[in-house]
């Protein structure tokens, strides 16, 4: 007498799924997936906001440099791609200095500052302001106050007071 099969065990031995077995996890899976995407895309946004914020700093950095290498005033324009040329000034523009925002990331560009900033022969920063940067896909806005006469003085996000410092980046 040949053995009796047990019920849901194909002849090669190896359990089988069931249907309901199957759509669970299947559905398990594409729920596990879908929270990760959402996390993923609010923490490329944050990676985004961070390279911008770094970029724009940097740029100030550069600017202050190159004016001291160079031995004479410029200017730089933060336009929505990053620092620029001045545009319609006397001033010549900052040599050196990056052009971008460095980052693949959609980042929205918004500041005070004047058009252009100027910097003097001995690396002074002459005009301040505060720069925001946002981006869609988190409610975080990075703000970075440029104050006189050394650059920027603080990068944080805004808060109900303003721009408050970052306590955890």
């Given at each position: 007498m040949a053995p009796k099969r047990r019920r849901g065990i194909p002849p090669g031995g190896a359990p089988a799924w069931t249907l309901p077995?199957?759509?669970?996890?299947?559905?398990l899976v594409v729920l596990l997936a879908s929270w990760a995407g959402i996390g993923g895309a609010e923490a490329r946004a944050?990676?985004?906001?961070?390279?911008?914020?770094q970029r724009v700093v940097a740029g100030l950095e550069e600017a202050r440099a190159a004016a001291v290498r160079e031995g004479t005033p410029c200017g730089l324009?933060?336009?929505?791609?990053g620092w620029e040329p001045p545009q319609g000034s006397a001033?010549?523009?900052c040599g050196g200095v990056?052009?971008?925002?460095?980052?693949?990331t959609p980042v929205e560009v918004s500041h005070?500052?004047?058009d252009p900033v100027r910097f003097s022969a001995n690396g002074l920063v002459l005009d301040g302001g505060t720069v925001w940067l946002r981006s869609q896909g988190t409610p975080l806005v990075r703000c970075i106050v440029v104050s006189l006469?050394?650059?920027v003085t603080r990068v944080g996000r805004e808060g109900s007071s303003g721009c408050?410092?970052?306590?955890i980046l």
């Open positions: 077995e199957l759509l669970l996890t299947t559905g944050r990676q985004g906001l961070q390279a911008a914020s324009r933060l336009g929505s791609v001033l010549p523009p990056a052009s971008g925002l460095g980052t693949d005070n500052l004047p006469p050394l650059g408050e410092p970052e306590t």
